[in-house]
């Protein structure tokens, strides 16, 4: 099938069915494409709102004044780092749907293009949970730098079980389909 070729026992379909489901290809390459995209902005906003967060937070770090103003943006850093993992899992949900659409309707078309791609699954999304980790840990030890080990260690648990929970939520949402 590498030359795009129905193999011997299935057959093209006719030239009206075949326009159809091109035009539905196109369609569902489109939409992968719109949720690959938006989840790359989504995570690019992301880092530039972190930046500014961390320069504000970090300029006011050692003003006792300003502690509560400093908590509440490592608290917000924090949640953003939740929520952009969700949304970035979510996101990542659609355009394989979409994808395996695009599979689906290649396999009907007789083409190939696309269908053999050597990807190490969801390396991609390991590695953004991996960071959001990281900056979530260093959102936690601010605040414990910030308010002493018992407080600290208490606020930023919290807001790291909230997200850790709100994403389990979701992917027992994904899971029951």
Known sequence: MSDGQCPS??????????????????????SAHHYDNLGW????????????????????????KLEWHVTVLAILAISM???IWIASRLLRSLKLQAYKK??????????????????????????LG??????AVLWSLVLRSLWGSCWGILVSTFCILVWVLLWLYFEYCRSKG
């Open 9 to 30: 026992s299935v057959q093209p379909p006719p030239r009206q069915e075949r326009d159809a489901l091109l035009m539905e290809y196109q369609c569902a390459q489109h």
């Open 41 to 64: 902005q989504a995570i690019n906003v992301f880092w530039v709102a972190m930046g500014i967060l961390i320069y504000v937070g970090f300029q006011h770090l050692s003003s006792e």
């Open 81 to 83: 780092a939740g929520f």
């Open 102 to 127: 695009c599979d689906c309707l290649a396999s009907l078309l007789c083409t190939s293009a696309y269908r053999h791609v050597d990807y190490p699954e969801g390396a991609q999304s390991k590695l």
């Open 130 to 135: 991996f960071v959001i980790i990281i900056v």
